[in-house]
């Protein structure tokens, strides 16, 4: 009896912890007023695989209701005022008459791979593989996987440059 009113104590604060995370990682106001050291670690906290030393810009907006759905490598950079999305509205089924608020939520993960760049402002949808050693210009949209070493800009984003080996390797 005791051990469950224990584990049932124990329950309540841990949700109500992991409750204060979302408020948190959600507001970015809060977020922006701390360390940008620990702005991984809360991301982490709430749920997105962080593997790594990564760096994370302000107003950067995230899915927080579906965070275990994204991968972030070691490396990796998001600049402020980026939005990384997990969840879109299932098209498939919508025809004229249809409610659109009605629709499923399709929810796919988004991988950030090792030393990609996320430039301020970038919007990455669903599903998105962001390839190794990639950047992604301002604002751009990505609506399809970047490979790796290539630069990707515009709305939607279009590979405008690959990154070559350097000379002499």
């Not at 009896?1 to 841990?14: A, E, Q, S």
């Not at 593997?51 to 927080?64: L, Q, T």
């Amino acid at each position: 009896m005791k051990k469950n009113i224990l584990l049932l104590i124990y329950k309540r604060i841990y949700l109500l912890y992991k409750w204060y995370l979302f408020k948190i990682a959600k507001n970015s106001i809060i977020l922006n007023r701390i360390h940008v050291g620990i702005r991984p670690l809360i991301w982490k906290a709430v749920g997105v695989r962080v593997k790594g030393n990564i760096s994370i810009g302000y107003d950067v907006y995230f899915d927080v209701g579906n965070a275990s759905l994204i991968t972030i490598e070691d490396g990796v950079w998001v600049a402020s005022r980026s939005l990384i999305l997990c969840h879109k509205r299932d098209l498939s089924n919508y025809y004229v008459g249809d409610d659109y608020n009605l629709l499923p939520y399709k929810k796919e993960p988004v991988i950030l791979k090792r030393g990609c760049v996320v430039g301020m402002g970038a919007i990455i949808l669903p599903g998105i593989t962001i390839g190794e050693g990639s950047i992604v210009g301002a604002g751009a949209v990505v609506t399809h996987d970047v490979p790796p070493w290539t630069i990707v800009a515009g709305n939607p984003a279009k590979i405008i440059k690959k990154i070559e080996n350097r000379k002499g390797k």
